[in-house]
């Protein structure tokens, strides 16, 4: 790959341009790089967090709500899960109707006949895939 950096002191805004025979995979991990980290809000009770997203494990919606889950607490946002998956980093993949996940904080992923479990290293916490999202999971987690 080759990288090449023009200085124009008359631009009004930093501008990346980026041309490629195709899209692959370390193409668009490149640009996620780039991405500045989403702003989300974090609350618990009558207090807000500013939470670094490499600490959540997963968003869950429920009743109405959205909570993003740490591997020892549970914080409410105001954004939908639709929202967050338009803002969140690659690392982030949604595995149910009302789950967003870090892959990268997956210990392990088992799976019966009927149902695939995620549990994460160093918290009790269990989610649990479904059979529409698991062969994209197993995809890009085998990608990392």
Excluded: C
Excluded at 47 to 52: A, G, I, M, S, V
């Amino acid at each position: 790959m080759k990288v090449r950096i023009e200085i124009d002191d008359s631009l009004n805004e930093d501008e990346i341009v980026i041309r490629t025979k195709e899209y692959t995979e370390e193409l668009q991990q490149l640009i996620s790089n780039f991405k500045s980290k989403p702003s989300i809000q974090f609350f618990k009770q009558d207090t807000e967090y500013y939470l670094d997203l490499d600490a959540i494990l997963f968003f869950e919606s429920d009743n109405g709500r959205v909570y993003a889950h740490t591997a020892n607490d549970m914080f409410s946002t105001t954004q939908k899960l639709y929202e967050l998956e338009n803002i969140l980093p690659n690392s982030f993949l949604r595995i149910s109707k009302s789950t967003i996940v870090n892959i990268q904080k997956i210990y392990s992923l088992s799976h019966s006949v009927s149902s695939h479990l995620i549990t994460f290293q160093n918290s009790h916490k269990q989610v649990y895939v479904s059979r529409m999202y698991y062969k994209v999971l197993k995809e890009r987690r085998n990608h990392l």
